[in-house]
């Protein structure tokens, strides 16, 4: 009976390079029956490698805007001179039907989504210090010095915005940050707002139940 729980709505979001990426992407290979990874659309070009409607779907400003204005976000920001949101069709869709969705989205976007979704559950990843976050971002080598020390400006102004989070995850070890993201995602399939359905069939099951005693 308790099966039929509804999907939910994970938001991660941590200072780029954090390694938010690579947690999600290993939570989605190590589970996939039970996450759903949201696709977002971004103005921003394709990295090296990067492919259009796996890793992002990429636009240019005009299709963005035209999107705004037909509400198909379920929000967006501007990051760093670029616009990203978060498509609405995909995410509705995994929750019905019963998948944990995870949205891998920056600082304003997260808190306009928990604004709409009070039970979502957001995440903050974060680097133990300053000094790996920028080592980290000079090892991916897919940005200029100057694209990093706005990144690393970027993070300044983000770290404001954690106490906001439900968790965080200091990310020192992969395998321990997997562990603990996973876990904390669990724990929300069981909060009574994810279970709506089951409080109402367990109800009326005890009243069967006791009709067919009598
Ligand atoms: P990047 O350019 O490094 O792929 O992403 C830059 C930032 O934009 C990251 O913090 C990433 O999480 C965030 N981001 C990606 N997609 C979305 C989205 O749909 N909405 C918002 N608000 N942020 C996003």
Known sequence: MWS?????????????GAGKGTIVKRLVSD??????????????????????GIDYFFMEHDEFESKIR????????????????TPK????????????????????????????????LLLFVTPPDAKTLHN??????????D???DRMRRATEEADLIANYDYIIVNDDLND???FTHELINMQRYKTANNNNFIIDIKNNLTDYLKGEK
């Open 31 to 52: 589970y996939p029956d039970v996450y759903a990874l949201s696709i977002s659309a971004t103005t921003r070009k394709p990295r090296k490698g990067e492919r259009h």
């Open 177 to 179: 940050s997997v562990r």
């Open 70 to 85: 037909e509400k198909e976000f379920i929000e967006y920001a501007q990051y760093v001179g670029n616009y990203y949101g």
């Open 136 to 145: 980290r971002l000079i090892g991916r080598g897919t940005e200029t010095e």
């Open 4 to 16: 039929k729980h509804k999907g939910t709505l994970t938001i991660i979001s941590g200072f780029s």
């Open 147 to 149: 694209v990093i020390m």
């Open 89 to 120: 069709g995909y995410v509705y869709e995994k929750m019905d039907e019963g998948k944990d969705v995870i949205l891998e989205i920056e600082v304003q976007g997260a808190l306009n989504v928990k604004k709409q979704y009070p039970d979502s």
